[in-house]
């Protein structure tokens, strides 16, 4: 059993910044990856950003690549999404996942490929 909390969503205007967190309780993880997802009203979640525990390797989308910035807290067992340079298409429910696999990733994963989820903060981003 993990718990995962997101926090740090919020009303931005475009070109602004956010930094989302996201902590982990209850089982944690000493290997294996933290993701992060996208859900806009009336579409499907999409992959964000992936980060590995151990060596701190992330991968992207390319729609946030440049924008966004994953960062990991060992021991604290948190990690973080920098949003930068938001975009009114940036607007969506942000959810944090954890996955216990430890190999990198080489292509946007799916939602399958994790095995805890937090309930996702809103971001919203104004034009």
């Known amino acids: 059993q993990v718990q995962l909390v997101e926090s740090g969503g919020g009303l931005v205007q475009a070109g602004g910044s956010l930094r989302l967190s996201c902590a982990a309780s209850?089982?944690?993880?000493?290997?294996?990856?933290m993701g992060w997802f996208r859900q806009a009203p009336g579409k499907e979640r999409e992959f964000v950003a992936a980060?590995?525990?151990?060596?701190?390797?992330?991968y992207y989308a390319d729609s946030v690549k440049g924008r966004f910035t994953f960062s990991r807290d060992n021991a604290k067992n948190t990690v973080y999404l920098h949003l930068n340079s938001l975009k009114p298409e940036d607007t969506a429910v942000y959810y944090c996942?954890?996955?216990?696999?430890?190999?990198?990733?080489?292509?946007?994963?799916?939602?399958?490929?994790?095995?805890?989820w937090g309930r996702g903060t809103q971001v919203t981003v104004s034009s």
């Open positions: 996942a954890a996955s216990y696999y430890s190999g990198g990733y080489y292509s946007s994963p799916g939602e399958y490929e994790f095995d805890y």
């Open positions: 980060i590995s525990w151990s060596g701190g390797s992330t």
């Open positions: 209850g089982r944690t993880f000493s290997s294996g990856t």
